[in-house]
Structures are given as structure tokens and as C-alpha cells.
T-cell receptor
Framework: AQRVTQPEKLLSVFKGAPVELKCNYSYSGSPELFWYVQYSRQRLQLLLR??SRESIKGFTADLNKGETSFHLKKPFAQEEDSAMYYCALRTGGTSYGKLTFGQGTILTVHP | GAVVSQHPSRVICKSGTSVKIECRSLDFQATTMFWYRQFPKQSLMLMATSNEGSKATYEQGVEKDKFLINHASLTLSTLTVTSAHPEDSSFYIC?????????????FGPGTRLTVL
């Protein structure tokens, strides 16, 4: 069965500092990985997906199949980045579209 | 675009009663809707996958007779918590995958806070 692990429940950094939110996964098939963000009192929304290889709000994430990781990084954190971040794995086949979420990391960026 | 709404946003009920939660895709048609449960400061746990016009697929450990899901149209799915008990108190979130467009995008509703007394 697939599994997503976010080892850090809480992460605090100061504004302007680099930030890395860790995500590791286990899945026997070809993984599709996502990062979702949930700002205070807002709904969950997609931040980025590994297929797109895009940078959103300064965040990037590279899929490392050797290390089975999909860490989220930003070189200079901003206060508005404070939120809950979820790493998610999408499965295919008969369970197409199902997302398995990690436990989430609460990021706090201090001024 | 791609807005998903949930109603009600918050509900309090007595133990033993049933509660219905609606999930609507407001500006798109959704072939598939997903229902999640989220405990405070914890992850989202997928409960079931709902496909329009067919029976929902439940995840292991989720009681289908307790959590009734109906996906009657391409824009509406409902979750009914039957004979609710205090342990059913939780935050229920739905998401919808559009019929057309980006294949791997899911759009999430704002969630429904259920409190069972």
C-alpha cells in the first residue's frame, strides 16, 4: 500500500531564511506527487505537482525516485507562507485519482 | 473557476440522529468526487470515492452503511452520517475532479464541521 511521510509536524523559520519541508513516500507503482497548502481558515489548494516542474510562489519540489522523496523548498521564506502543507501521492489503475496525504507540516514564518 | 461548495459549513446534532452533508461543484461538472475526514491538526483520510451514477467505493475500515454516499448528478454528491455518535465528530471535506480539463486536478470544498453531542 502507498504511504506518505512528512517527518516534521512543525517547522519554524525567520523571514528571508531558506525553508525545506520534507516528504518521503512508498509506492510500488509510478508515483505522481503533489504539494497542497491550507492557509488559515481557507480550503485546501494545490500548490504544485511534480509533473509540471513548475515554481509556484517561489516554491519548488523535485521528485527523487532514488531517495523516494519530494521535498518542498523555498530559498527565502515570507510571512505569508505560514500555513499547513500536505504532501500527497496519487495512485493510478483502478484507484485512479485517489490521493494519499502525509500528516502535514505546519510552517510558521516569523518576522 | 473550479469552485466546490459544501453545505452546511457547521452542524451540531444529537447522538443517534442522521446528518446529510452536500458537496457541489459550482461551475464545472465532476465525474468523481472524494470524501475525506480530517481530525484536528492531522492528515486528511480518504473515506470514499464517489462516481456519478454508480455506487461509491469505500476505503478499508469505513462503514458503508454508516456513511451513505449518493452522487446523483455531475455537480452534487451527498454524504449522510447515519445514527451519528460523538466519535463521528470531525471535519469532513469533499473534493471534485472535473469532467474536462487538467486530469490530475482536484478541487476541494471548504469542509463541514460535524459535532455530535
Amino acid at each position: 500500500a502507498q504511504r506518505v511521510t512528512q517527518p516534521e509536524k512543525l517547522l519554524s523559520v525567520f523571514k528571508g531564511a531558506p525553508v525545506e519541508l520534507k516528504c518521503n513516500y512508498s509506492y510500488s507503482g509510478s508515483p505522481e506527487l503533489f504539494w497542497y497548502v491550507q492557509y488559515s481558515r481557507q480550503r485546501l489548494q494545490l500548490l504544485l505537482r511534480h509533473i509540471s516542474r513548475e515554481s509556484i510562489k517561489g516554491f519548488t519540489a523535485d521528485l527523487n525516485k532514488g531517495e523516494t522523496s519530494f521535498h518542498l523548498k523555498k530559498p527565502f521564506a515570507q510571512e505569508e507562507d505560514s500555513a499547513m502543507y500536505y504532501c500527497a501521492l496519487r495512485t493510478g489503475g483502478t484507484s485512479y485519482g485517489k490521493l494519499t496525504f502525509g500528516q502535514g507540516t505546519i510552517l510558521t514564518v516569523h518576522p | 473557476g473550479a469552485v466546490v461548495s459544501q453545505h452546511p459549513s457547521r452542524v451540531i446534532c444529537k447522538s443517534g440522529t442522521s446528518v446529510k452533508i452536500e458537496c457541489r461543484s459550482l461551475d464545472f461538472q465532476a465525474t468523481t468526487m472524494f470524501w475525506y475526514r480530517q481530525f484536528p491538526k492531522q492528515s486528511l483520510m480518504l473515506m470514499a470515492t464517489s462516481n456519478e451514477g454508480s455506487k461509491a467505493t469505500y476505503e478499508q475500515g469505513v462503514e458503508k452503511d454508516k456513511f451513505l454516499i449518493n452522487h446523483a448528478s455531475l455537480t452534487l454528491s451527498t454524504l449522510t452520517v447515519t445514527s451519528a455518535h460523538p466519535e463521528d465528530s470531525s471535519f469532513y471535506i469533499c473534493s471534485a475532479r472535473p469532467l474536462a480539463g487538467v486530469r490530475d486536478e482536484q478541487f476541494f470544498g471548504p469542509g463541514t464541521r460535524l459535532t455530535v453531542l
